[in-house]
């Protein structure tokens, strides 16, 4: 996430919007966010963790998801994927924002 906040000017200048989504509680995400001043939201997968089953990451004997990054288009379509160690750093997520930026 630290990455990712780091170069959120990057991800701002091609017309994107960053949302970090983890199994965490939303009380413990709330407050890792002003610790780290994290300016992009952070959204809960806690109850359910519908989401990680939904884009395949999960793991369900562990109740966790893989760490994974996903770019998906303004039509809904996911045009990136990232997972496991290297899906925290944000260059391949910005690379492929901005590929889609200037192809719209």
């Not at 884009?55 to 990136?80: M, P, W």
């Not at 160690?85 to 590929?99: P, Q, V």
């Amino acid at each position: 996430m630290l990455a990712y906040q780091a170069g959120i000017a990057k991800f701002d200048g091609a017309d994107t919007q960053v949302f970090g989504i983890s199994e965490d509680f939303t009380p413990s995400q709330k407050e890792f966010a002003e610790k780290n001043k994290l300016t992009f939201p952070l959204l809960s997968d806690f109850s359910k963790r519908q989401v990680a089953k939904d884009y395949g990451v999960l793991i369900a004997e562990l109740g966790i998801a893989n760490r994974s990054t996903f770019v998906v288009d303004k039509e809904g379509k996911i045009q990136y994927i990232e997972e496991g160690k290297t899906a925290i750093d944000s260059s391949g997520a910005e690379a492929a924002c901005s590929r889609l930026h200037h192809k719209n």
